[in-house]
């Protein structure tokens, strides 16, 4: 059987007009899954080009909706131009003669079978178009991608759309000041710790300019940003995912300054705390490194860290159980970090 290709130009199917960053020379594609930088589909391009099209090899995929992921590399071997677009592959050829257009439905997420979508009116024709509404009250907040499909009068599926959104948590109108921004970095299904910021004066319009810790991070890889904010009640709220984020090589005079000076600690979160709270704490380099809580008369309860860990601010949470897995009784604790060199040790209260 011979190869199938995908005409990467201006048709609806599969359209990208890849630009290309100055003095980049190298770009790839993939489809659906990231095989690692530099492991994709190499493009035909020479240095210096801007603008240029090409053919994608889709032999091998199944039919259904895929997405083409396609990436350049400049000459200081940069990754940067990070473009996505969804398409969908038929499973069947689909006949080019144009057909009245008799039935069209559409779904969110994931595909009910052919036919088994929401129905949407139309006037059968060769081209049509109309308004009109959706129903998204079942869907949770987060990311969904919205699907289109269309039937014509030979019974063949065609006109496949999909389009990826967002819903918010609806914010009540009764605003709470804002008291702190968490965020943390995605790569590859791995979270990091989640590190915050609350240096700044709690509001309800706020402006903040702040530098996240990327001392943890693979140099030269890309990661998904997650930042949000927290209010007075502890509720999280104002979700933004910034994608593709490309952590290049750092100096190592930037990672100092970036490290803190010596052994922190900072005040947990929430505070008093039920069921959980968030314990903070920043080390200027790699060291053996230990995270206890005691009761208000020196007891032992629980162990949360007992090992080396790499220089800069780590954050643990703490779901109120002791070493037994038992939950603790609600009083006053003392939380307490150390190293070699240096302890510190803060008061938390839990409450029932």
């Not at 590399?73 to 057909?99: C, M, N, Y």
């Not at 605003?175 to 309800?204: C, H, Q, W």
Request: proline content about 5%.
């Amino acid at each position: 059987m011979p190869k199938s290709f995908i005409k990467i130009c201006l048709f609806f199917i599969l359209s990208c007009t890849f630009l290309q960053a100055q003095n980049a020379f190298y770009a790839e594609y993939f489809f659906d899954y990231d095989p690692g930088q530099g492991q994709g589909t190499p493009i035909a391009a020479t240095e210096g080009d801007s603008i240029f099209t090409f053919s994608a090899d889709k032999s091998d995929l199944a039919a259904g909706f895929h997405i083409m992921y396609i990436r350049g590399r400049d000459d200081s071997g940069r990754w940067t131009h990070h473009v996505l677009q969804p398409f969908f592959i038929p499973a069947e050829e689909q006949d080019t003669t144009k057909a009245y257009i008799v039935y069209a439905e559409y779904f969110f997420d994931f595909d009910p079978g052919l036919g088994n979508g929401i129905g949407m009116p139309l006037t059968a024709a060769t081209n049509t178009e109309g308004g009109f509404s959706i129903n998204k009250s079942d869907l949770k907040p987060g990311f969904h991608t919205f699907y289109v499909r269309a039937k014509d009068e030979h019974n063949k599926w065609t006109l496949h759309i999909a389009r990826p959104f967002l819903i918010t948590t609806p914010i009540e109108k009764t605003l709470s000041n804002i008291m702190a921004l968490e965020y943390y970095f995605y790569k590859e299904g791995v979270p990091s710790d989640t590190f915050r910021v609350d240096d700044f004066e709690p509001g309800t319009d706020l402006e903040i300019t702040f530098q996240p810790d990327f001392t943890n991070l693979l140099h030269d890889s890309t990661y998904d940003f997650h930042v949000y904010a927290v209010d007075s009640s502890g509720r999280h709220s104002l979700n933004f995912v910034f994608g593709d984020q490309i952590i290049n090589d750092i100096e190592q005079d930037e990672i100092a300054s970036l490290l803190p000076k010596t052994l922190q600690l900072k005040a947990n979160y929430p505070n008093p705390f039920n069921p959980s709270t968030k314990i903070t704490f920043g080390l200027p380099g790699i060291r053996n490194v230990k995270l206890v809580i005691y009761d208000i008369i020196g007891r032992r309860v629980a162990v949360l860290l007992d090992k080396q860990m790499s220089g800069g601010y780590h954050t643990v949470n703490w779901d109120g159980q002791n070493d037994l897995g038992r939950k603790v009784a609600s009083g006053l604790y003392i939380y307490q970090v150390s190293t070699e060199q240096k302890v510190l040790s803060r008061k938390m209260v839990l409450v029932k």
